[in-house]
């Protein structure tokens, strides 16, 4: 798809030379160009500069004055592939019941596992594709999808699938993740080590037979997985050439970001409860943190300190964790927002956590990410606003107008 977009505002997110990640201090460094043009050739970015520099050639051309172009939010955790929704689970909490309450009595992962054991394929593709089709319209450009709520060979497989189908008819950049180990089934209560040996020895050869997931994943976390079963995990999935990616310090910290790093996994994520010892692990590593607002949004649970990460020198990566029970929201728009008013991050540090750290974050940072020759034309035309500080501050809505994938308008169906 060829376009070129003239007289933009201001082009953001501009990076001549390719970059991995940014950290600490440069997170709070935001290029632009202002009164720019950007061509697109086959689905990618071919060319930027000031109008003065615009080529005068025959193509679709697109008038962008008094709006922004960015690069398409990456969404490094969600879980958006589910059958049916928990907002009964909502209200129990409103009423008083905790989290942790719910799951204990059925409720939670277990709840929306035995909803997707039954729900067939095509019925489960369709559920998912519903939120995907939202989430580009919400300007997602690239986005991780995880497992977890099967939790038995089929139905862990059954998701799986249905990604890989999802990455077949969509145009957005899909990378799936193998999460069997997300929760106890009633059927292995009693037996944690028979569940995890059933991943390792059953379902992980059936994912590289058809080759289902990039990523690997677990639940880290007092009352589910222990670090001892993450170790166990990762290197059952170093032997199938799966990177891991952990789900850590929700609520309690146990070590499991220490065991990660040890590990090279890609991301250490959620991280509400931080001790130092665990910013201090986390320094000069290639493991990426990711901080998830909208679930401590959701369950009221305290903020990954993102302050403190930041000026300790880490990167740091935003997603939304869209899923049935903790952050029903797939909104990258109100969590770029929730993470400068609640976790004070700057608008530049919250564009870059939501852009190129969250594309590092699916090892997809060559691809997306930045407005950089050769990258994806994956790409946010904001309506006129007078500063791109606009956008986080207008939270609870959002700024876009138009979304491009590889160069092509994606309209709402
Ligand atoms: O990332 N923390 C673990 N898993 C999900 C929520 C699971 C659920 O409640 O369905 C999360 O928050
Ligand atoms: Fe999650």
Request: with cysteine; hydrophobic share 40%.
């Amino acid at each position: 798809m060829n376009v070129l977009f003239k007289n933009i505002k201001e082009l953001i997110q501009v990076r001549e030379i390719a970059i991995d990640f940014l950290s600490g201090k440069e997170m709070n460094v935001l290029p632009t160009l202002k009164n720019a043009f950007l061509l697109v050739e086959n689905g990618l970015i071919a060319d930027f500069g000031f109008m003065e520099d615009c080529p005068d050639i025959e193509i679709r051309t697109i008038d962008a004055t008094g709006k922004m172009i960015l690069p398409s939010w990456c969404d490094s955790h969600t879980h958006i592939v589910y059958a049916g929704n928990r907002e009964d689970e909502f209200v129990d909490r409103i009423n008083g019941l905790s989290y942790k309450e719910i799951a204990d009595n059925g409720g939670g992962i277990l709840n929306s596992a035995k909803r997707l054991q039954t729900t067939s394929e095509e019925d489960l593709y369709n559920q998912s594709k519903v939120r995907l089709e939202e989430i580009i319209q919400l300007g997602t450009g690239a986005v991780e999808i995880k497992s977890g709520y099967g939790l038995t060979k089929d139905a862990e497989l059954k998701m799986l699938r249905v990604i890989r189908k999802l990455k077949e008819k969509y145009p957005i950049e899909i990378k799936a993740t193998f999460l069997g180990a997300h929760a106890l089934p009633e059927t292995y209560k009693y037996n944690k080590s028979g569940y995890l040996q059933m991943l390792i020895d059953d379902i992980l050869p059936a994912i590289q037979k058809e080759n289902l997931a990039d990523f690997i994943d677990i639940f880290c976390e007092t009352g589910y997985f222990s670090v001892a079963d993450t170790q166990q995990i990762l290197d059952a999935g170093k032997k199938y050439g799966l990177v891991g990616k952990i789900h850590v310090n929700q609520f309690t910290t146990i070590g499991g970001i220490q065991a990660g790093i040890k590990n090279d996994v890609l991301s250490v994520d959620h991280l509400e409860e931080m001790r130092s010892e665990d910013i201090e692990a986390l320094k000069n590593t290639k493991t990426m943190p990711v901080a998830l607002p909208s679930c401590s949004y959701f369950l009221s649970i305290p903020y990954t300190p993102a302050r403190k990460m930041i000026d300790a020198g880490l990167p740091l990566a935003l997603a939304t964790d869209y899923n049935p029970g903790s952050a029903p929201s797939g909104n990258m728009n109100f969590v770029v927002a929730t993470a400068c008013i609640k976790m004070k991050m700057t608008p530049e540090e919250a564009i870059n956590a939501g852009t190129i750290n969250g594309a590092y974050a699916m090892n997809l940072q060559d691809k997306v990410g930045t407005i950089t020759k050769g990258k994806l034309a994956n790409l946010i035309l904001t309506k006129e606003i007078n500063s791109y500080s606009f956008i986080p501050y207008s939270f609870g809505n959002h700024c876009i107008e138009k979304v491009f994938l590889k160069g092509l308008e994606i309209k709402k169906s």
